[in-house]
């Protein structure tokens, strides 16, 4: 099992930073992928960004250039940066680890408990 635990949520103002973290614990050798999904209120779970091991990221199109994936592998945390937040950023922000079995190449997926993030003046 792997333990995920986000930190580094709350209240900012419009244009405003802020910095999330996310720590993967426990059986966690071969975690192959990081990555940040949200969700606000009334709308589906989505892709923020995501990071391999290798360093390779992803971006969901409205966060580019705007939030900065990174990862620190020897301490199995990951970071989300995010500059010049605005309202409809504001959503709970959730740390999602994949672990790959190098045996059956199976990826299993883990999710930690979500971080609010709220924009407001």
């Known amino acids: 099992q792997v333990q995920v635990v986000e930190s580094g949520g709350g209240l900012v103002q419009p244009g405003g930073s802020l910095r999330l973290s996310c720590v993967a614990s426990?059986?966690?050798?071969?975690?192959?992928?990081m990555g940040w999904y949200r969700q606000a209120p009334g709308k589906q779970r989505e892709l923020v960004a995501t990071i391999t091991s290798g360093g390779t990221t992803q971006y969901a199109d409205s966060m580019k250039g705007r939030f900065n994936i990174s990862r620190d592998n020897a301490k199995n945390t990951a970071y989300l940066q995010m500059h010049n937040l605005k309202p409809e950023d504001t959503a709970v922000y959730y740390c999602?680890?994949?672990?790959?079995?190098?045996?059956?190449?199976?990826?299993?997926?883990?999710w930690g408990q979500g971080t609010q993030v709220t924009v407001s003046s």
């Open positions: 999602n680890v994949v672990r790959l079995t190098t045996s059956t190449l199976v990826l299993t997926p883990y």
């Open positions: 426990g059986s966690i050798f071969n975690i192959y992928l």
